[in-house]
């Protein structure tokens, strides 16, 4: 379809229309530029999604202890459900396919934690081993809290490196004593976390402990497990049985929706996933959307110059043109504009993304957008479809040309 | 000498308005190979559209017209498309030049829709247009050359497929009439070396100095 003597006839045409060409040029430039970049943003925003769960195990289920708020068996609603040790034991005792289970105690209030002279507030968490898996924390130095920390009641803590840095600075930590309110506690381990700074500055302690130092009885605030390799609909399954259970041991209705707060990550996951797939659909229409224009404008222009032409097609009938040769002379005409205009739209939006790249790897929002080849090669593919979309009326119109309109050219 | 062109009770009608035209009416004549011919009559007479037919650039009603044994009727594009190519060269009154193209690769043009290679197709575009005394202006565009000059250029362009059938509309009505005599003189000296010419004129003139005359009146050879 492209020899050298084509090329150079291409290459005449479109110098003789060159503010023509250009302008074309522009808006499918345009259009593919504005695709490129609505498809990283997309791309972005879900990112920032998927990354705001990677900081917790996405197949995790959490309960918490809310108001009940509907009578049963003739006790009033109104008071709060209060989860205990046994509550924990029965889950793991009663409720198959749990992976890892952790309950939480909430060390109310910023403690001033210090270490020698310094001093600062830091978040206090009593927890189990397997919240170790919960919160995807990493263990960076040392180790985390164990079975026997929590038999003993042992006064260890585990701390964030925003704790470390504000109280040991470089100074060695593993093995040294923090107070937390004139308790002393040992640090056994370092961890890191993929959340923001919040995750980051906290210090956890042995459940137990934090029952005993801080008068909490065998009181539980919060409820963690895992579903390991669970389907959506057996996490669903876990959830309802996981709320039976609880429910029957602190006398709930089963009705009472409000009186046990539980988030099915693996379920909310799938539902923003889903909405995310719904965005990136409606960013590839939009964009679709922009680049038609391009196309239309293209096929406007091929039209206005093959109608301008017509003379010149007449002529070229006349000297032995075949409709064939004339459809490729055309179509090569949108292909070559289409192409070039599109490669460099495709390439200024992915520089431009690229380029603004590092500004989005921290954000929560936007993170991290990017451009994939697969999604570069679609949008190479819709170019050169809508390349051959954008010639086809003209290149029709212009195999229709009577040769005559040559002989009437006085 | 063999009949080059055979045309048999031919009708063409003008589908414009309420009523089609009735332009061509059983026209019948014959051309042989080596003739030169010019068609004349007033304008309105039918020749430009007879022309058109000759050249299949244009379709008919009725009748017959057969090119050198092949008969002209109802072609497809394409196939018209390549009769023209290889039987026809055209040679228009408005010269008909690509303006973008220079005086040599207008004349290669034909040639490339033949699928000859450029160099090939060059050199035989540079021999014509030494033939026609115009070698100096090979690299000219077609606003660069004088009147004469283009119609050389076109001629040149007619004769690069070495066609049966040279049809020339009105060749000199552009020219002043010392070129149109040295056009005049190219055009029989092609025909002398062989090439049948069937010209299109209403000028007396230009007309008497073909061997044989067709003249149309109102759709009707009339001698």
Same mark, same amino acid.
Request: glycine letters at 8%; a positive charge.
């Given at each position: 379809?492209?020899?050298?003597d ?7 045409l479109l110098?003789?229309?060159? #503010? ?8 499918? =430039? ?5 695709l ?16 705001? !769960?990677r900081?917790?195990?996405v ?5 918490r ?13 109104g008071?709060?459900v ?9 889950l793991?005792?009663?409720?198959n ?8 105690y ?9 270490h020698?002279?310094k001093?600062a ?7 189990h081993?397997d919240? #170790? ?12 809290i ?8 042992r ?6 490196p925003?704790v470390?840095?504000?109280? !040991? ?29 919040g ?9 137990? %402990? ?11 605030h919060?409820?963690?497990? %895992? ?11 876990m ?6 259970l ?7 209705s ?11 990550? +693996?379920? /909310? ?22 680049l ?5 404008g ?12 017509? #003379?010149?097609i ?11 040769? *004339? ?13 070039l205009a599109?490669? !460099? ?13 590092p ?7 936007? /993170?991290?957008?990017e451009?994939?080849?697969?999604? =570069?090669l ?5 170019l ?6 954008a @010639?086809?009326?003209?290149a029709?119109? $212009?195999? +229709? ?6 002989m009437?050219?006085? | ?10 009708? &063409?009608?003008? &589908? =414009?308005?309420?009523?089609?035209l009735?332009?061509?009416?059983? *026209?019948?004549f ?25 050249g299949?650039?244009?379709d008919?009603?009725s ?5 050198? @044994? ?6 497809s594009?394409?196939k ?6 290889? !039987?026809?060269?055209?040679v ?13 690769d207008n ?9 000859v ?11 014509? +247009? ?14 660069? *050359? ?8 076109a ?5 690069? %497929? ?16 010392v ?10 000296e092609?025909?002398?070396?062989g ?10 003139s230009?007309?008497?100095? $073909?061997?044989?005359r067709?003249v149309?009146h ?5 001698s």
């Amino acid at each position: 379809m492209f020899g050298l003597d084509a090329a150079n006839e291409l290459l005449q045409l479109l110098w003789r229309n060159r #503010v023509r060409t250009a302008l074309t040029a522009l808006a499918v =430039s345009w259009g593919i530029f504005l695709l490129v970049i609505l498809v990283a943003l997309g791309r972005g925003l879900e990112n920032g999604a998927v990354h705001d !769960f990677r900081d917790d195990a996405v197949n995790s289920i959490w309960i918490r202890g809310m108001k009940v708020s509907l009578p049963f068996n003739g006790r009033a609603p109104g008071r709060k459900v209060q989860f205990k040790n046994a509550d924990l034991l029965a889950l793991q005792r009663r409720l198959n396919g749990i992976e890892h289970l952790s309950g939480r105690y909430y060390v109310s209030g910023n403690f001033a934690v210090s270490h020698g002279s310094k001093s600062a507030h830091f978040d206090i968490r009593g927890v189990h081993p397997d919240h #170790v898996f919960l919160e995807k924390t990493l263990i960076t130095d040392g180790r985390f809290i164990n079975p026997r920390d929590i038999d003993e009641r042992r006064k260890v803590a585990v701390i964030g490196p925003l704790v470390q840095k504000a109280l !040991f600075g470089d100074q060695p930590y593993l093995g040294h004593e923090i107070q937390i309110r004139g308790v002393i506690y040992q640090v056994v381990g370092l961890y890191d976390d993929e959340g923001g700074r919040g995750e980051l500055s906290r210090i956890y302690i042995p459940i137990s %402990t934090a029952q005993l130092v801080y008068h909490g009885s065998d009181n539980i605030h919060h409820i963690l497990f %895992t579903v390991g390799e669970a389907s959506n609909e057996q996490s669903a399954a876990m959830e309802q049985r996981a709320r039976s259970l609880l429910s029957e041991r602190h006398g709930i209705s089963l009705a009472d929706r409000r009186a046990l707060n539980i988030n099915n990550n +693996l379920i /909310r996951f799938q539902k923003v996933s889903e909405i995310f797939r719904w965005i990136s659909a409606f960013v590839w229409l939009v964009g679709l959307g922009t680049l038609l224009a391009g196309v239309v404008g293209v096929s406007n222009i091929l039209l206005i110059s093959v109608q301008e032409r017509s #003379v010149e097609i007449g002529i070229r009938k006349a000297l032995g043109a075949t409709p064939l040769a *004339l459809v490729r002379m055309v179509l090569s005409e949108a292909l070559v504009i289409t192409l070039l205009a599109g490669y !460099f739209g495709l390439f200024s939006g992915v520089a431009l993304v690229e380029f603004a790249r590092p500004w989005f790897a921290d954000s929560d929002l936007v /993170r991290n957008p990017e451009v994939d080849l697969k999604s =570069s090669l679609i949008a190479l593919a819709i170019l050169v479809s809508a390349a051959m979309i954008a @010639g086809a009326a003209p290149a029709w119109r $212009a195999a +229709l040309v009577k040769p005559i309109v040559a002989m009437r050219s006085l | 000498m063999p009949r080059l062109i055979e045309v048999e009770q031919l009708n &063409k009608f003008h &589908k =414009s308005g309420d009523a089609p035209l009735h332009v061509l009416k059983d *026209l019948s004549f014959a051309i042989d190979e080596g003739e030169m011919v010019a068609v004349t009559g007033a304008s309105g007479s039918g020749k430009s559209t007879l022309l058109n037919i000759l050249g299949i650039l244009d379709d008919y009603d009725s009748g017959r017209y057969t090119l050198a @044994g092949t008969l002209m009727r109802g072609l497809s594009e394409r196939k018209a498309a390549q009769y023209r190519n290889r !039987f026809i060269g055209f040679v228009f009154q408005s010269f008909n030049l690509l303006p973008f193209k220079t005086a040599l690769d207008n004349v290669a043009l034909p040639l490339y829709y033949q699928g000859v290679g450029r160099t090939k197709r060059r050199r035989l575009a540079a021999d014509l +247009l030494s033939k026609v005394g115009l070698s100096d202006r090979a690299h000219h565009h077609p606003e660069e *050359l004088s009147g004469g000059q283009k119609q050389r250029v076109a001629i040149a362009r007619a004769l690069i %497929t070495r066609p049966s059938l040279l049809l020339a509309d009105e060749p000199t009505g552009a020219l002043d009439s010392v070129t149109a005599a040295s056009i005049m003189e190219l055009l029989e000296e092609l025909n002398r070396e062989g090439t049948t010419l069937l010209m299109v004129t209403h000028e007396p003139s230009i007309a008497a100095r $073909a061997a044989r005359r067709i003249v149309l009146h109102d759709g009707r050879v009339v001698s």
